[in-house]
């Protein structure tokens, strides 16, 4: 057990799926998973297991920012032997042909926080998701015919972001911002394990569209799908 977990050791499966929204990670555990077993529900970050075709597989929420994710994967990593985790989140659109509901992959993430700096580099770290993932996610997407574009993704510590940094990073063909992503491969990276972000578009910041708060909890079933079938081909 740790400070932010009360699973026990081997209560989670090799891959974990993390949303940060605990109420979608019990929807993906009713919905999808095959007797899926509440392991965790710490601080409300509610984590299960079950299985999907027969393969053990895990969900547990985040919560919301890079030090939250940061914890929670650090964790998963490092006492529960966990390999794989896929953030399954929403992500605000910087393309004006991003429809809500579609999907779109992290291949890096860059990112406003200063989470890197605690290495002392005295360079500029560039956390990347792990190609395995990210190969498989592919295959999977394009087996599901599923559209999703690869490319860079923004993690932003501001929701509101006053200095509207995220449209500048939109002319640097940055696909779409969210809060988790870096924190997720930095830790992957720290760890030695693997981590993929996939996202689904939840709000247009082009275009000004957004889906409502229960949409978002239930409605990105494509995301989820991939994320399972890339969980499968890394087993």
């Keep these: 057990m740790t400070p932010h977990n009360k699973a026990n050791k081997g209560d989670f499966a090799k891959t974990v799926l993390m949303p940060g929204d605990p109420n979608r990670s019990r929807f993906v555990a009713e919905n999808f998973l095959d007797g899926a077993a509440l392991v965790n529900d710490v601080r409300g970050a509610q984590g299960y297991t079950g299985n999907y075709k027969g393969v053990p597989v895990s969900v547990m929420a985040s919560g919301m920012g890079i030090p939250s994710i940061s914890i929670y994967s650090y964790e998963l990593y490092t006492e529960y032997d966990v390999e794989n985790i896929i ?123 957004e889906l409502s708060p229960d949409a978002r909890e239930t409605s990105f079933t494509n995301m989820i799908k991939i994320a399972l079938e890339t969980a499968l081909k890394m087993n």
């Excluded at 997407?141 to 860079?152: F, H």
């Excluded at 063909?173 to 930095?186: D, P, R, T």
């Design 87 to 209: 953030r399954i989140g929403s992500a605000g659109a910087l393309k004006k042909d991003l429809e809500l509901g579609s999907v779109v992959a992290g291949m890096g993430a860059c990112t406003d926080s200063n989470a890197a700096s605690q290495f002392e580099l005295g360079a500029s770290f560039a956390p990347i998701a792990s190609f395995d993932l990210l190969e498989a996610a592919v295959k999977s997407a394009r087996e599901l015919k599923v559209n999703m574009p690869v490319g860079n993704i923004y993690s932003s510590d501001m929701f509101y972001d006053k200095a509207e940094r995220s449209m500048r990073m939109a002319e640097l063909g940055v696909l779409a911002v969210e809060m988790e992503a870096a924190g997720l491969y930095l830790t992957a990276a720290r760890t030695g394990k693997k981590a993929l972000a996939i996202c689904s578009i939840s709000d247009n910041l082009v275009t000004g569209e």
